[in-house]
């Protein structure tokens, strides 16, 4: 019972810890100062990958980004850290 209370506590914490920072995002990026470091289409022109790249940080920044009329919204955009 102590452990699975130590556990459900840690997973508390972690989801506040990382609630308190906002999502990555194309637009928080080009503010921060980070580069199109490259740039991948489909042939349908449905999603793209967008590579950002900055001088002071040791990785790079992936954001994919999904257009589908049948999804509301419209388009999905999901950024992630590529250490």
Same mark, same amino acid.
């Given at each position: 019972?102590? #452990?699975?209370?130590?556990?459900?506590?840690?997973?508390? #914490?972690?989801? !506040?810890?990382?609630?308190?920072?906002?999502?990555?995002?194309?637009?928080?990026? !080009?503010?921060?100062? #980070?580069?199109?470091?490259?740039?991948?289409?489909?042939?349908?022109?449905?999603?793209?990958?967008?590579?950002?790249?900055?001088?002071?940080?040791?990785?790079?920044?992936?954001?994919?980004?999904?257009?589908?009329?049948?999804?509301?919204?419209?388009?999905? !955009?999901?950024?992630?850290?590529?250490?």
């Amino acid at each position: 019972m102590r #452990w699975s209370a130590g556990f459900i506590a840690c997973l508390g #914490w972690i989801s !506040t810890a990382r609630a308190a920072e906002p999502p990555l995002s194309i637009e928080r990026l !080009t503010a921060d100062g #980070w580069e199109i470091a490259g740039y991948a289409g489909t042939l349908d022109n449905r999603s793209s990958l967008i590579l950002f790249r900055r001088k002071d940080r040791p990785y790079l920044v992936q954001c994919s980004i999904l257009y589908d009329v049948t999804r509301s919204p419209r388009v999905v !955009t999901n950024c992630y850290e590529l250490h």
